[in-house]
């Protein structure tokens, strides 16, 4: 099992950045075993949309809204992911999830709000 505790979520003004970060804590079996971390976000009334995701690798993916604004981080010695997100709108106005995939499992934190707002 795989705990994700995610941290660095506000309110910010449009243009405005902010950093998340997500740390994985469990077994050692499993943090080793950690393929995929990223985030995802859920805005009211809509699904869950992947933001960016990064390999162990260090290979990335980011959803076609955030590209060239977001930039998605993992260091794997200390289990952790991070989330760069600058020139804030106010449609990124979301839950922002940390989510971590071990051989077809996920595995999700708490969730933590992002408002951009003036």
């Known amino acids: 099992q795989v705990q994700l505790v995610e941290s660095g979520g506000g309110l910010v003004q449009p243009g405005g950045s902010l950093r998340l970060s997500c740390e994985a804590s469990g077994s050692i079996f499993a943090l080793n075993v950690i393929d995929v971390m990223g985030w995802y976000r859920q805005a009211p009334g809509k699904q869950r949309e992947m933001v960016a995701t990064v390999t162990r690798g260090g290979s990335t993916n980011y959803g076609d809204s955030v590209k060239g604004r977001f930039t998605v981080s993992r260091d794997n010695a200390n289990n952790k992911v991070y989330l760069q997100m600058n020139s804030l709108r106010p449609e990124d106005t979301a839950v922002y999830y940390c989510?971590?995939?071990?051989?077809?499992?996920?595995?999700w934190g708490q969730g933590t709000q992002v408002t951009v707002s003036s």
């Open positions: 989510n971590a995939n071990i051989r077809a499992t996920n595995f």
